[in-house]
């Protein structure tokens, strides 16, 4: 397809207004797009199939059905592992990440090829004061899961995968709605995975279309955070022991 290894990642829901300008400025630099479309409206598909036909460098996958921000990254990293890439970036549609960071997100990635690249996200005054809190509860449920600190946010939507150590783990997650940026953070820990953070600027724009729902999806991650703590007690044992050889 081209020269080479990263690609990105656009999971995209209702955000067919905002998406255009993200894959602008990543095609821009010469590395191709997979932009993932599940149960848009019919008017937002005519979008999304308009600009992948005008910008170069997209591959647009669509699905009838709505089955969540996980699934849609779960198949845009089966499809760039298909097209020969090896790594992904994953970037949100609604524009809310800085893009000035993806040479040094990649540069980072170069430099660490085993390891998950996170943004470490610093907020503006825009932010609202409950997604806030709900990371900082997050954060806290993976510093118990993890045992450790080495996770300082598992909420950000700018990440670099390593495909082949990801696809395996990403294809049995439980959570593929809302919950799934943290599972896979979590379980690729669990597996060994280093995780490096840097920090991006993220904005939250007046009228930006958030399709996270306090209520239920913020149910469903506790239910998630829940069957992740039970599942580190199985696995203390050996996060122990990976633990202590670690540090000693
Ligand atoms: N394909 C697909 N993409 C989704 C789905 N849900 C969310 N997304 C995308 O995932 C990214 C993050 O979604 P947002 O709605 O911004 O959620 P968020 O960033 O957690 O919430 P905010 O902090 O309020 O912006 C965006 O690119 C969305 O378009 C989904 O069900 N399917
Ligand atoms: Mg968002």
């Given at each position: 397809?081209?020269?080479?290894?990263?690609?990105?990642?656009?999971?995209?829901y209702?955000?067919?207004?905002?998406?255009?300008?993200?894959?602008?400025?990543?095609?821009?630099?010469?590395?191709?797009?997979?932009?993932?479309?599940d149960g848009?409206?019919?008017?937002?598909?005519?979008?999304?199939?308009?600009?992948?036909?005008?910008?170069?460098?997209?591959?647009?996958?669509?699905?009838?059905q709505n089955s969540?921000?996980?699934?849609?990254?779960?198949?845009?990293?089966?499809?760039?592992?298909?097209?020969?890439?090896?790594?992904?970036?994953?970037?949100?549609?609604?524009?809310?990440?800085?893009?000035?960071?993806?040479?040094?997100?990649?540069?980072?990635?170069?430099?660490?090829?085993?390891?998950?690249?996170?943004?470490?996200?610093?907020?503006?005054?825009?932010?609202?004061?409950?997604?806030?809190?709900?990371?900082?509860?997050?954060?806290?449920?993976?510093?118990?899961?993890?045992?450790?600190?080495?996770?300082?946010?598992?909420?950000?939507?700018?990440?670099?995968?390593?495909?082949?150590?990801?696809?395996?783990?990403?294809?049995?997650?439980?959570?593929?709605?809302?919950?799934?940026?943290?599972?896979?953070?979590?379980?690729?820990?669990?597996?060994?995975?280093?995780?490096?953070?840097?920090?991006?600027?993220?904005?939250?724009?007046?009228?930006?279309?958030?399709?996270?729902?306090?209520?239920?999806?913020?149910?469903?991650?506790?239910?998630?955070?829940?069957?992740?703590?039970?599942?580190?007690?199985?696995?203390?044992?050996?996060?122990?022991?990976?633990?202590?050889?670690?540090?000693?």
């Amino acid at each position: 397809m081209q020269d080479s290894i990263y690609c990105a990642i656009i999971p995209v829901y209702r955000h067919e207004n905002t998406v255009e300008a993200v894959a602008r400025s990543i095609v821009q630099k010469d590395i191709h797009v997979f932009i993932v479309d599940d149960g848009n409206t019919p008017e937002a598909k005519k979008i999304l199939e308009d600009i992948a036909q005008k910008l170069p460098g997209i591959t647009l996958i669509s699905y009838a059905q709505n089955s969540g921000k996980g699934y849609a990254v779960t198949q845009g990293l089966e499809a760039a592992q298909k097209a020969g890439f090896a790594y992904a970036v994953q970037i949100d549609a609604d524009g809310q990440h800085d893009l000035n960071a993806l040479d040094f997100f990649i540069k980072a990635s170069k430099k660490h090829p085993d390891n998950l690249i996170s943004g470490f996200p610093q907020y503006d005054a825009s932010v609202p004061k409950s997604r806030e809190n709900g990371r900082k509860i997050t954060n806290f449920w993976i510093a118990i899961e993890t045992l450790s600190f080495d996770i300082p946010d598992a909420m950000c939507g700018f990440r670099v995968y390593p495909i082949k150590q990801t696809l395996p783990v990403i294809r049995k997650l439980s959570n593929l709605r809302m919950g799934f940026d943290i599972e896979i953070l979590v379980k690729l820990k669990w597996k060994g995975m280093e995780m490096n953070f840097y920090p991006i600027q993220v904005t939250y724009p007046e009228n930006g279309i958030s399709n996270f729902r306090m209520v239920k999806d913020n149910i469903s991650i506790s239910w998630m955070h829940t069957k992740l703590f039970f599942s580190m007690l199985v696995r203390l044992p050996v996060l122990l022991a990976r633990k202590l050889r670690k540090n000693g």
